[in-house]
């Protein structure tokens, strides 16, 4: 019993990460930056350091503040 909840456990912390943000994530699908592929990873480590929280994007502002103002997301074919 203890094993069948283990792995429901991980598979469901699995499917969770693999789809928590499909909308942003297909809208990165493919992208890079500076030589690095533009993911989950890309935006919520050293690159961006943007907190994992919800509600904090608005359309094309993150916490209020315009995306092309915000470190890694702005620049040369993201957001201007």
Avoid: P
Avoid at 46 to 75: F, P, T
Wanted: proline residues 0%; hydrophobic residues 35%; positive net charge.
């Amino acid at each position: 019993m203890i094993k069948k909840f283990g792995v429901l456990l991980v598979v469901l912390m699995f499917s969770a990460t693999a789809f928590s943000n499909v909308k942003i994530s297909g809208k990165h699908k493919d992208l890079s930056k500076d030589g690095k592929k533009v993911n989950c990873a890309y935006c919520h480590t050293d690159n961006a350091k943007i907190e994992k929280k919800k509600g904090q994007s608005d359309g094309k502002k993150l916490n209020g503040v315009a995306l092309a103002k915000v470190k890694g997301c702005g620049g040369k074919d993201c957001h201007k």
